[in-house]
């Protein structure tokens, strides 16, 4: 079964092999891994080694998220999260429920957002001390040019938390050309094609509130920080999902092999190109335009026919050996495919096919978008 959803995605047989054996995450064999994937990890964001920490923290990508917010942001803080979609406003929410205030700011979320909105918005309310963003919007599958907001940020003096989950090993980031940058979050189960469990965010470490600011201990990076350094750097506070470590630090040396992060987003580039072109081959409409449309992920309009039905449309997928997500995250009907993890163009082309028949059983005959959309 090929996983074409945006993460946890499709990984090599090696890295989930890795899984298959009892580790002692305490043992001095494990802080031995764990201090390495550490530094890999600072490295492969461009931090630098006297600046920046990589922190792993147990879990998925939205505590990670919520880590940061507890840990940069002060109660009651004020963050501007430009509102590129569902991924956004989850990030306000993790901002809510920790007490800081979230100052969404409406954009076109088909579309990249130009970066002076982002200045603008920031210079006229001085209580903004953050911009929440998010490189990779999966819900639309619309990327952020970073280097370019991030320049218009540093302008105003103001500080960045960039959720980097779907964008982190695929998409440029050298946190050494952005002091505005206080923390990236990543995990290990996207472009990085690991196993899902754990989350690392990068942090500027003169940039993290004292220790008991973040009113969880779990999710305290401050208290984390400090107690990697009090253990140099190897040591959990609480049980790590130490086979995901493991596994990860294998995924990361397909990673090198295969060229880094620039040899990432030229197979993700490549995905897309032939997903995108073989569901126009079969008679859908992707629901971005091209230029719009970064490699993580592919919206497409369901089909305007009332045979139509996502529910079967995955069922029947399953059985031709391919998941897709089975919701869709835009206003209008649609289903998504991933285009990262371990697949190649040729998977794309065969998905295709396998959509093209998978229609065609359920009696779909009308493919384009229903006629209430306006094209
Ligand atoms: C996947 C993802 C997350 C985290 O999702 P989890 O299910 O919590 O791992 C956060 N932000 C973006 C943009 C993502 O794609």
């Known amino acids: 079964m090929i996983l074409l959803i945006p993460g946890p995605v499709t990984t090599r047989a090696e890295v989930r092999a890795e899984m298959a054996?009892?580790?002692?995450?305490?043992?001095?064999?494990?802080r031995v891994v764990s201090r390495r994937i550490r530094q890999r990890v600072r490295e492969l964001a461009g931090g630098g080694v006297e600046t920046?920490?990589?922190?792993?923290?147990?879990?998925?990508?939205?505590?990670?998220?919520?880590?940061?917010?507890?840990?940069?942001?002060?109660?009651?803080?004020?963050?501007?999260?430009?509102?590129?979609?569902?991924?956004?406003?989850?990030?306000?929410?993790?901002?809510?429920?920790?007490?800081?205030?979230?100052?969404?700011?409406?954009?076109?979320?088909n579309r990249a957002v130009p970066p002076h909105r982002i200045a603008d918005a920031l210079a006229a309310d001085e209580s903004l001390t953050h911009a929440g963003l998010?490189?990779?919007?999966?819900?639309t599958g619309v990327i952020q040019n970073i280097q370019e907001i991030g320049r218009a940020i540093r302008a105003t003096g103001?500080?960045?938390?960039?959720?980097?989950?779907?964008?982190?090993?695929?998409?440029?980031?050298?946190?050494?050309?952005?002091?505005?940058?206080?923390?990236?979050?990543?995990?290990?189960?996207?472009?990085?094609?690991?196993?899902?469990?754990?989350?690392?965010?990068?942090?500027?470490?003169?940039?993290?509130?004292?220790?008991?600011?973040?009113?969880?201990?779990?999710?305290?990076?401050?208290?984390?920080?400090?107690h990697s350094i009090r253990t140099e750097g190897g040591a959990f506070r609480f049980t790590p999902a130490a086979q995901v470590i493991?596994?990860?630090?294998?995924a990361l040396n397909f990673f090198d092999a295969e060229g880094g992060q620039p040899a990432r987003l030229t197979r993700y580039n490549a995905n897309r190109d032939a997903l995108r072109a073989g569901m126009i081959r079969i008679g859908l409409t992707p629901c971005l335009d091209a230029a719009d449309q970064g490699p993580i992920v592919m919206n497409i309009h369901a089909p305007g026919d009332p045979a139509w039905s996502l529910p079967n449309f995955v069922?029947?997928?399953?059985?031709?050996?391919?998941?897709?997500?089975?919701?869709?995250?835009?206003?209008?009907?649609?289903?998504?495919?991933?285009?990262?993890?371990?697949?190649?163009?040729?998977?794309?082309?065969?998905?295709?096919?396998?959509?093209?028949?998978?229609?065609?059983?359920?009696g779909v005959v009308q493919r384009t978008p229903q006629a209430t959309h306006s094209l």
């Open 52 to 109: 920046h920490t990589a922190l792993p923290l147990q879990g998925c990508g939205h505590f990670g998220t919520e880590a940061a917010l507890r840990s940069v942001l002060p109660p009651g803080g004020r963050i501007l999260i430009p509102d590129t979609g569902s991924y956004a406003e989850r990030m306000a929410k993790l901002a809510t429920a920790a007490g800081r205030t979230p100052v969404m700011l409406k954009v076109d979320r």
């Open 21 to 30: 054996r009892d580790i002692a995450p305490w043992d001095d064999d494990f």
């Open 315 to 362: 069922t029947e997928l399953k059985s031709r050996g391919f998941t897709i997500s089975n919701f869709y995250d835009t206003e209008e009907p649609s289903f998504r495919v991933g285009c990262i993890g371990h697949i190649t163009p040729d998977d794309m082309t065969r998905f295709s096919v396998a959509a093209d028949q998978s229609l065609t059983a359920m």
């Open 134 to 139: 998010v490189y990779s919007e999966t819900s």
């Open 246 to 250: 493991q596994a990860f630090d294998t």
């Open 158 to 226: 103001r500080r960045v938390v960039l959720d980097a989950v779907s964008a982190f090993g695929a998409l440029p980031l050298n946190l050494m050309d952005h002091p505005e940058i206080d923390t990236a979050i990543f995990t290990t189960n996207k472009c990085l094609e690991g196993l899902p469990g754990m989350c690392f965010i990068v942090v500027q470490n003169n940039r993290l509130l004292p220790a008991g600011t973040a009113a969880s201990w779990s999710f305290d990076l401050a208290d984390i920080y400090e």
